[in-house]
């Protein structure tokens, strides 16, 4: 990651220096392109003020003329003498003012004096232009420049020149003077090709500085990088170990390995103390949890000897009921007996099952209906004469749902075994227990008489009626009586 990082800081440096050189070229173009239209503008208004001058000194005669003082003949003389010495240095060689008529007659030109008198109305540039006639075409209209080559004296090569002529419309004639080019090509070449070794020169230093300052930089970040790879293969941060002395002394790189050293033994420790407070932590753990674990199973060891004794308990009870009923001459009362033993049985069986099984928050309920109800029908001498259907789906039963269906069941089956038995030598008890979803079914039927409608109906039933619908609405379950082909008992809960 580190590499591809430094490979892209390098790619943008070099981008960026390249965006530079462009935008410095571009910035030397425009220079160069200004300095030739600043330099053109120069040579213009240096040639206007030659021509400026050449005019005002002959102003004398053309005002003579106009006065009437001379003739046309005499002051075109005089004026075309006067221009003839009107000559001038100029950057590269003498040069003069020149005239022309309108006809294309040479009037003046001091350095070729054999073309005086020659009319050179169809002298042509190397591009084809006219040159008298743009000329004699600008001075009738205004003074102006024109612009052709043309062969500097002593050159067989044609350079760019512009000249700038004014009209002397009552001689019919014109004055005028031009510039070569040569020199400010010249010129604009030379600062050119300086600007741009300058450039170079300047671009080679500046990339050989960058070189220099931050190859040793670019070597002691790739270390780095390499002191990270090393870190992957082995995350120990106390073997690894910084290597300043190959850099300069003092040097950005070797600052930068000292701060790098400094950081990695600055996590290297911060890391011990979170390995060693972690394995304190997990040791208090371990002991807590082994302490909470202990404290469990001495809490169920407890809980089940509770159950064991609760049973034990309820089982003396139920031995002293069996003696008092054996020693009662009464069958009310001993009906009475059997009543309260079944109860207690159906509760004694709950604790039962608590002590013997895994789970101390509920019991089964397959296993407890099916033991209850074969104890009742056993406890009541009518394992041959009752038929016990049982269809029990398996589920869990909270301690408080056991103990109220348990002493429900109890009370349901004493009453039919009591009630219905009698009369009724194939009596056939049911017990189903089914679940929809959260809510949970129990149908407890038999084939007897049923219950007589005066009792189902009174407003004050027996005990055992009244303790079947407490025990139902104990665990908030909806019970239905009904009466046909005997009774049968719907919970829902």
């Given at each position: 990651m580190l590499y591809s990082a430094l490979k892209k800081t390098s790619r943008n440096l070099l981008i960026i220096g390249l965006l530079n050189i462009i935008i410095l070229i571009s910035f030397i173009l425009v220079l160069d392109v200004q300095f030739k239209q600043s330099s053109t503008q120069l040579r213009k208004d240096e040639l206007k003020r030659l021509v400026s001058l050449g005019l005002n000194s002959i102003d004398v005669y053309r005002t003579q003329y106009a006065d009437g003082d001379i003739t046309?003949?005499?002051?075109?003389?005089?004026?075309?003498?006067?221009?003839?010495?009107?000559?001038?240095?100029?950057?590269?060689?003498?040069?003069?003012?020149?005239?022309?008529?309108?006809?294309?007659?040479?009037?003046?030109?001091?350095?070729?004096?054999?073309?005086?008198?020659?009319?050179?109305?169809?002298?042509?540039?190397?591009?084809?232009?006219?040159?008298?006639?743009?000329?004699?075409?600008?001075?009738?209209?205004?003074?102006?420049?024109?612009?052709?080559?043309?062969?500097?004296?002593?050159?067989?090569?044609?350079?760019?020149?512009?000249?700038?002529?004014?009209?002397?419309?009552?001689?019919?004639?014109?004055?005028?003077?031009?510039?070569?080019?040569?020199?400010?090509?010249?010129?604009?070449?030379?600062?050119?090709?300086?600007?741009?070794?300058?450039f170079l020169l300047s671009v080679i230093i500046f990339f050989s500085s960058i070189a220099v300052v931050l190859t040793p930089i670019i070597s002691a970040v790739q270390y780095i990088a390499?002191?990270?790879?090393?870190?992957?293969?082995?995350?120990?941060?106390?073997?690894?170990?910084?290597?300043?002395?190959?850099?300069?002394?003092?040097?950005?790189?070797?600052?930068?390995?000292?701060?790098?050293?400094?950081?990695?033994?600055?996590?290297?420790?911060?890391?011990?103390?979170?390995i060693k407070t972690a394995a304190e932590r997990d040791k208090i753990k371990e002991e807590n949890l082994r302490i909470m674990e202990n404290s469990l199973e001495e809490k169920e060891l407890l809980i089940k000897e509770m159950n064991h004794r609760i049973k034990n308990n309820l089982q003396i009870v139920?031995?002293?009921?069996?003696?008092?009923?054996?020693?009662?001459?009464?069958?009310?009362?001993?009906?009475?007996?059997?009543?309260?033993?079944g109860r207690m049985e159906s509760i004694s069986l709950i604790h039962q099952m608590l002590y013997q099984g895994d789970n101390l928050s509920s019991i089964s309920s397959s296993i407890y209906l099916k033991q209850l109800a074969r104890y009742l029908i056993h406890s009541l001498g009518m394992d041959e004469k009752i038929n016990l259907e049982l269809n029990i789906e398996e589920m869990d039963f909270s301690i408080e749902q056991a103990v109220s269906i348990g002493l429900l069941t109890n009370e349901i089956i004493t009453n039919s075994v009591k009630y219905a038995?009698?009369?009724?030598?194939?009596?056939?008890?049911?017990?189903?227990?089914?679940?929809?979803?959260p809510v949970k079914h129990l149908v407890l039927s038999d084939n007897g008489r049923g219950i007589p409608d005066r009792i189902l109906h009174e407003q004050s039933p027996g005990l055992g009626l009244n303790l079947i619908r407490s025990l139902a609405a104990q665990i908030e379950g909806k019970l239905k009586i009904e009466n046909q082909s005997g009774t049968s008992y719907f919970l829902s809960f």
């Open positions: 046309k003949e005499k002051a075109l003389g005089l004026i075309t003498d006067h221009i003839r010495l009107f000559t001038y240095e100029d950057t590269i060689q003498p040069n003069y003012l020149f005239m022309s008529s309108y006809d294309g007659t040479m009037l003046v030109q001091p350095y070729q004096r054999a073309l005086e008198g020659s009319n050179q109305l169809e002298l042509v540039d190397p591009d084809g232009k006219y040159i008298i006639r743009e000329l004699i075409r600008q001075a009738k209209i205004e003074p102006g420049y024109v612009s052709y080559s043309y062969f500097p004296p002593g050159s067989n090569r044609p350079y760019p020149k512009i000249s700038y002529v004014v009209g002397l419309p009552e001689f019919e004639c014109y004055i005028g003077t031009g510039l070569y080019f040569i020199d400010l090509d010249q010129i604009r070449k030379f600062y050119f090709r300086q600007t741009i070794l300058f390499s002191c990270f790879l090393k870190v992957q293969d082995d995350p120990n941060l106390d073997n690894l170990h910084i290597e300043t002395s190959k850099f300069k002394k003092n040097s950005d790189a070797e600052l930068l390995l000292q701060n790098f050293d400094k950081t990695i033994r600055s996590m290297s420790d911060k890391n011990n103390t979170l139920i031995s002293l009921l069996n003696l008092q009923k054996d020693k009662s001459a009464s069958r009310e009362l001993k009906d009475s007996y059997n009543e309260s033993i038995a009698p009369d009724n030598p194939d009596l056939k008890i049911s017990i189903r227990l089914s679940s929809e979803g």
